[in-house]
């Protein structure tokens, strides 16, 4: 019996339990109040990630959250953004996953915000 035939009869063989913390984080008021509040106290990035010099600046010991400032005039000008994911290896085809102008991943485990200048409303 193939996976695809065993999941369709007896459901999914994997359960999967999630725990969410600070519910009243996930309501768009407050999500934005967060956005700002940790870009606000991130450190800023000058280096661009396409240098050998940006892995460095997140060893064992700089877990700080930074930002990483980069050109965009329009919500529809991703020139720069795909540039910057093909630096970062993951999806660089089109821009997806945004939020106004802003990307927010974990690099080495380190939270990142990429931000749009002069679009996004976090610059």
């Known amino acids: 019996m193939s996976y695809d035939e065993l999941h369709v009869r007896k459901g999914s063989i994997f ?16 999500y934005e109040k967060l ?3 940790s870009i606000q106290s991130s450190r800023a990035l000058k280096d661009s990630p396409c240098n050998e010099r940006f ?4 060893g064992p010991r700089n877990r700080t959250p930074s930002s990483l400032y980069i050109r965009m005039e329009s919500e529809k000008d ?3 953004w795909l540039a910057v994911a093909k630096c ?11 939020h106004r102008g802003m990307w927010r991943l974990l690099y080495k485990g380190v939270p990142l915000f990429i931000i749009g200048v002069p679009y996004s409303e976090y610059s």
Do not use: C, V
Not at 15 to 30: D, G, H, T, V, W
Not at 55 to 58: P, Q, R, T, W
């Open 55 to 58: 892995e460095a600046l997140f």
């Open 88 to 98: 970062f290896k993951i999806w660089d085809l089109d821009a997806r996953g945004f």
């Open 35 to 37: 956005l700002h509040d």
């Open 78 to 80: 991703f020139s720069t």
């Open 15 to 30: 359960i999967l339990y999630i725990n969410i913390y600070l519910p009243f984080s996930l309501k768009q008021e407050a």
